[in-house]
């Protein structure tokens, strides 16, 4: 049985809302109302950078500004916010317009990313920069110190593994972008020339040129 949206808040982000109106709006999805979580979102995303950047510069002092960037940028994507919204149990609360219910929106990146995201802003209106502290760092739990060395993005990884070999730097290509407004698929392929190239798929541009530079690397090696 689904809990009632106050306990739930409570619950999963360490803060019991005294006014609901803007976790409610966090919810909500374009497809269903004009006023939906985009506002919040934007909010929500500079917040949570802000209390990430900081927890890594205490969980991690000895490190330099070049690897707390990659522990940061791996920490804030939109894969790894959906990857906590789900975990939290965000899904029976979304609000959806039928199009997007029927094409699948409860279960896209996109859209559990964004609004995990506007959640965080929703917090820190209501309870600030300590409120929303806290709730990161609830939610995100051991992700953050979980890994001993700061992780490489696949992007960077295959730069430099081009640099090394002297082959071509890599270029990517959309090769495809399907699927609705608010959950589209994107297809791309990387090549370093002629030499080697590798396609993948993912829910953002950004994350279909990971996924491929992944499956190069993987190639490579």
């Not at 029976?92 to 929106?105: E, I, N, S, V």
């Not at 959309?174 to 392929?189: D, I, L, N, Q, T």
Request: net charge negative.
């Amino acid at each position: 049985m689904t809990v009632s949206l106050q306990d739930w808040v409570a619950d999963a982000f360490g803060h019991r809302p005294v006014d609901l109106a803007s976790f409610e709006r966090a919810l909500t999805h374009g497809s269903q109302a004009a006023a939906n979580y985009e506002r919040l979102e934007f909010l929500g995303d500079r917040v949570l950078g802000l209390v990430m950047a900081e927890w890594l510069f205490e969980l991690f002092p000895k490190e330099p500004e070049g690897a707390l960037s990659k522990r940061l940028n791996a920490l804030v994507t939109g894969a790894i916010c959906a990857d906590v919204a789900r975990s939290i149990g965000v899904v029976p609360y979304l609000k959806l317009g039928k199009q997007a219910r029927d094409d699948g929106a409860s279960d896209s990146d996109n859209v559990l990313g964004d609004v995990m995201e506007a959640l965080i802003g929703a917090v820190y209106l209501e309870a600030g920069l300590e409120g929303a502290r806290h709730a990161v760092r609830t939610c995100w739990g051991d992700r953050a110190s979980r890994q001993l060395a700061a992780p490489q993005h696949p992007k960077s990884g295959l730069q430099e593994w081009a640099a090394a070999n002297n082959r071509k730097a890599p270029i990517y290509e959309v090769m495809e972008r399907s699927g609705p407004h608010h959950a589209p698929r994107f297809r791309v392929k990387v090549a370093l020339g002629g030499f080697a190239e590798a396609e993948a798929e993912g829910s953002s541009k950004q994350e279909a040129e990971t996924a491929a530079a992944t499956a190069l690397l993987e190639k490579l090696r």
